[in-house]
């Protein structure tokens, strides 16, 4: 086992890979691919990309919240990132009278910049190998629970002492290569993060659920934010003594756009993908956990869309939260759709013989733990995630003093209706206790004795009556905690957590054991196989650098997209009144008048988005989208529909991601949010 490691370890320094386009590249061993990418059309060296101890462009990329990207585009710290990335924030300082999620919000001065508790970013210092340290005492005698403790052991000693050398950073071990190899990061935080500037939604969040994933696209999907230190300089929790953070090295803005075969990058975060796992897994994801959690999050979207389209307060509580579930909703149904267009079962069936993974063991397991793993995405969907008054239960047990339950029940009430809970409920019990067990008859579900399905029961109680909840939770919180416990819907969720924890998760957590030693075994096939050169550890969230090229997208036979959208397309939608499709005045205003400044194309248009053939991931979002030379020209904020199946398959021939356009940005704050002294801080940059 130990001549595994050290030969996976080897191939990562030492491999060139053979041409620049697909991957998720860590980017301290960017060196080893040097000539491919300068061949692609890079004109910077891998040590501008990235350097511990110097300058490079690394420096300009945060990680945004440990969820999304963004980039550094001023010494006073001014950050730029996904307008859904910033979206919580927005929301949180939007009310009925300062409608910023419809109308946008734009800082005249540093004093009207808005603090969000909780929110904060991520600096990068390096990155390394360190698989060394925590594989020193492995070996492949030992048991999965015996190597686990030693991996924990070995992590937990060296994280030790790194903070007791500094503790001023923050220090991870991550795995990659499920289990193969470890990587630690060391970054340094910023806690104080202001809300600067969102243009309106109609912009930020236009074409909303229709468009979303999909090309041609038309949304300005950004928002402005900076960061804060203390007067030293030194990461600080929010004060208002403190000062703009000085960041030496933000990224340069180009105004010069793209063409069509222009070589691009994108800088960031990608949360997770899973290129190595045996075919048979990814199709039973497609075929058996897709459609549940389809149907399922069908019938809550559908309910939540119909109050939010006729009551603005239920528009604006659940903004948020229908923004998030309706993106992997639509996502799954993309996923589905790509694999079947470009027969990507197959060609991950023929990829894995080509490089000698042996997963006849996965396979039977899998075989065997199918029906139970279904089952317990359907418990997630519906009683787990769908279920808000079931989440204020697992809220309300999670806490440890009366003052956090207190407070999480405030932040909970704050964005929700009982009602609407309650027909969304009774939608997704519904397909959980009938349809898909008709579909599937070999589902585990919750006994009668746990739960029988009936929902109007569970909204008799304190819990679904808002406004006296929240009155006895602030005169007496031991009166309201004991008739919290005795509601109906908190011993239906406490008594489903409990179902599921005995009788779901212990095969779960077994199965992940079981195979986990194989899983790596078949992993290892790939990285000792003829087409080792292609490979590179599956996202994780830590910073990664994609490579790709702007090009149009055929999606499927006489379908022929370009790369570029322009305001008019924007225009050409407009849909007066309409929740996905409406227009602000102002943009309607510009457009009227042609006046798009330094920022329209030569033919006279704006351009407002690109795609490219960057491999990217959840946790992109926001992620710098760079030239050539490194400069700013797009914040990635999407992926086209077909190709978000990329977290199992990249395929160059319909994977793209989709990009708003810096001029976009810099028109919309200058223009429509009359800002200007915003980009004023930047560095703009002509010329290729």
Excluded at 85 to 101: F, K, P, V, W
Excluded at 266 to 272: K, L, S
Excluded at 423 to 437: D, G, H, I, P
Excluded at 494 to 520: C, D, I, N, Y
């Amino acid at each position: 086992m130990k001549k595994l490691f050290l030969g996976a370890l080897a191939l990562m320094g030492s491999v060139v890979p053979t041409w620049a386009g697909e991957g998720m590249w860590l980017p301290f061993l960017l060196q080893a691919r040097e000539s491919e990418l300068k061949k692609s059309g890079l004109r910077l060296t891998a040590r501008d990309l990235y350097d511990a101890n110097q300058a490079s462009l690394k420096d300009g990329v945060v990680h945004f919240g440990g969820f999304c990207t963004g980039e550094v585009v001023s010494h006073q710290g001014l950050i730029l990132t996904n307008h859904h990335c910033g979206y919580d924030a927005i929301q949180t300082h939007s009310s009925l009278e300062n409608d910023y999620l419809t109308h946008g919000f734009w800082a005249k001065n540093q004093k009207e910049e808005k603090p969000n508790p909780g929110l904060f970013v991520d600096f990068i210092k390096r990155m390394e190998d360190v698989t060394s340290v925590v594989l020193k005492n492995v070996t492949f005698q030992m048991s999965e629970a015996d190597r686990e403790a030693e991996v924990a052991k070995s992590v937990t000693n060296h994280l030790a002492e790194l903070k007791k050398a500094n503790p001023n950073y923050l220090y991870s071990i991550k795995p990659i290569y499920y289990g193969l190899q470890y990587i630690l990061i060391v970054s340094q935080r910023y806690s104080d993060v202001r809300l600067v500037g969102a243009p309106p939604s109609s912009i930020g969040k236009f074409g909303s659920d229709t468009d979303n994933w999909m090309w041609p696209r038309h949304t300005g999907d950004f928002s402005v934010f900076r960061v804060y230190a203390s007067p030293s300089g030194s990461p600080a929790d929010y004060d208002a003594k403190n000062i703009p953070l000085y960041v030496q090295n933000p990224l340069k803005v180009s105004l010069n756009g793209v063409k069509e075969g222009d070589f691009t990058m994108v800088y960031g975060f990608p949360g997770r993908t899973e290129e190595y796992l045996p075919a048979s897994w990814v199709q039973h994801a497609v075929e058996e956990l897709n459609p549940v959690r389809i149907e399922v999050r069908k019938r809550l979207l559908g309910t939540w869309d119909s109050a939010m389209r006729v009551d603005p307060a239920i528009k604006i509580a659940y903004a948020s939260k229908y923004a998030s579930s309706a993106n992997a909703y639509k996502k799954w149904i993309g996923v589905n759709l790509g694999m079947e267009r470009t027969d990507g079962l197959q060609k991950l069936e023929e990829r894995q013989k080509a490089n000698g993974a042996a997963p006849d063991e996965l396979n039977a397991a899998l075989k065997n733990a199918a029906p139970l793993l279904t089952s317990r995405e359907l418990w997630v969907e519906v009683a787990g995630r769908g279920w808000e008054l079931g989440q204020l239960v697992t809220l309300v047990n999670s806490k440890d003093s009366p003052e956090q339950i207190k407070q999480a029940v405030r932040d909970f009430y704050k964005d929700y209706s009982p009602e609407l809970d309650r027909r969304a409920l009774k939608k997704t019990a519904q397909y959980w206790f009938n349809e898909a067990y008709r579909v599937n008859t070999a589902l585990i579900l919750p006994p009668n004795n746990v739960w029988d399905g009936s929902v109007d029961p569970l909204y008799t109680g304190i819990l679904a009556q808002t406004e006296k909840s929240l009155a006895l939770l602030e005169s007496n919180f031991d009166k309201w905690l004991a008739e919290a416990k005795q509601d109906p819907a908190f011993l239906v969720c406490t008594r489903l957590s409990e179902w599921q924890s005995s009788a779901l998760l212990p095969g779960v957590r077994s199965f992940s054991k079981s195979t986990a030693t194989a899983l790596r075994l078949h992993t290892n096939g790939f990285l000792q196989g003829s087409n080792a050169a292609r490979m590179y550890p599956d996202a994780n969230s830590t910073l990664r650098l994609a490579s790709g090229k702007v090009l149009p997208y055929s999606p499927s036979d006489g379908m022929e997209y370009g790369y570029q959208t322009t305001l008019d397309g924007y225009m050409a939608k407009y849909i007066p009144g309409d929740y996905e499709f409406d227009v602000d005045p102002r943009v309607r205003a510009l457009h009227a008048d042609r006046n798009y400044g330094a920022y329209a194309l030569p033919n006279g248009q704006l351009p407002v988005c690109f795609i490219a053939s960057n491999h990217t991931s959840g946790g992109n979002s926001g992620s710098p989208a760079l030239d050539a030379k490194g400069r700013l020209i797009g914040i990635n904020f999407d992926r086209v529909w077909e190709g978000t199946m990329s977290d199992y398959r990249f395929d160059e021939s319909i994977c793209r991601n989709v990009m708003v356009d810096i001029r976009f940005v810099l028109w919309t704050i200058e223009k429509v949010g009359e800002a200007p002294h915003l980009v004023a801080e930047m560095t703009l940059v002509k010329g290729r």
